[in-house]
T-cell receptor
């Protein structure tokens, strides 16, 4: 299989920083995506990593280590609107994406 | 960014009827589209890969005769849920894109 593991739930405080981890099986790896999904809505694209290192985009950053089969999404200066599910998805070989279970993030005042 | 639309956004139907969901890529051509299903508080589960001009590729455990997929043009794929039952009630989402996958807004199906 191609198990993609991420924590089920996390809670963080408004204004703080939170890191959401994702581990995956490395065989056939061809890119990793992070998506944000608010309840009842479709996922929206946040970031894409295919090479090792950190990709920064505003308050959001994503890191990849291909040898370790590991990625994280870092959210800074948390806002209440960041409360959502965050989905880690890996492309194996062709265009098909395999999604993790998602991490439900709750921001508290 | 690229836009993918879905229609309808929600549908309620009686058990035993069929429901068709459309997925359109609005500003790019998509030889491949993907159909996902998402149950409450769960992640997206890939159902099938829709291939323009050829048969869809279904994931293990997904009944191809129940979930009919037609990808007749480079901008349109349709998913028909045949003889729908209450357990088919779910959020159905399509996506398309060569590298980054763009998701449609989803269709919430409720089968009574």
């Amino acid at each position: 299989g191609q198990n993609i593991d991420q924590p089920t739930e996390m809670t963080a405080t408004e204004g703080a920083i939170v890191q959401i981890n994702c581990t995956y099986q490395t065989s056939g790896f061809n890119g990793l995506f992070w998506y944000q999904q608010h309840a009842g809505e479709a996922p929206t694209f946040l970031s894409y990593n295919v090479l090792d290192g950190l990709e920064e985009k505003g308050r959001f950053s994503s890191f990849l280590s291909r040898s370790k089969g590991y990625s994280y999404l870092l959210l800074k200066e948390l806002q209440m609107k960041d409360s959502a599910s965050y989905l880690c998805a890996v492309k194996y070989g062709n265009e098909k994406l395999t999604f993790g279970t998602g991490t439900r993030l709750t921001i508290i005042p | 960014g690229a836009v993918v639309s879905q229609h309808p956004s929600w549908v309620i139907c009686k058990s035993g009827t069929s429901v068709k969901i459309e997925c359109r890529s609005l500003d790019f051509q998509a030889t491949t589209m993907f159909w996902y299903r998402q149950f409450p508080k769960q992640s997206l589960m890939l159902m099938a890969t829709s291939n323009e001009g050829s048969k869809a590729t279904y994931e293990q455990g997904v009944e191809k005769d129940k979930f009919l997929i037609n990808h007749a043009s480079l901008t349109l794929s349709t998913l028909t849920v045949t003889s729908a039952h209450p357990e088919d009630s779910s959020f159905y989402i399509c996506s398309a894109g060569r590298y980054e996958q763009f998701f449609g807004p989803g269709t919430r199906l409720t089968v009574l």
